[in-house]
């Protein structure tokens, strides 16, 4: 099945966002502990979001993915 305009935007937005992390740490222009800050910062914002419940599940299921992108470590450093 192939994914829809918002399954991709999503995609590419996250590469992105990876790649930018990953340089940002590669030349020491951010530390880990504040790379993976910003994504603690990121996942609060959504875990805080109020609205509607089907929104409210929404940003809690991005908490969720952001949470788990901290705990691989694929965006805060290299192996």
């Not at 530390?31 to 979001?49: C, F, K, M, Q, S």
């Amino acid at each position: 099945m192939m994914p829809d305009q918002k399954d991709l935007s999503g995609m590419a937005a996250l590469s992105i966002c990876e790649a930018l992390l990953l340089a940002l740490g590669d030349h020491n222009l951010l530390p880990e502990h504040e790379i993976e800050g910003v994504l603690r910062d990121a996942a609060a914002t959504h875990e805080n979001a109020v609205g509607p419940d089907e929104v409210r599940q929404t940003h809690l299921a991005v908490a969720e993915l952001i949470n788990r992108i901290i705990d691989a470590g694929n965006s805060v450093k290299r192996p």
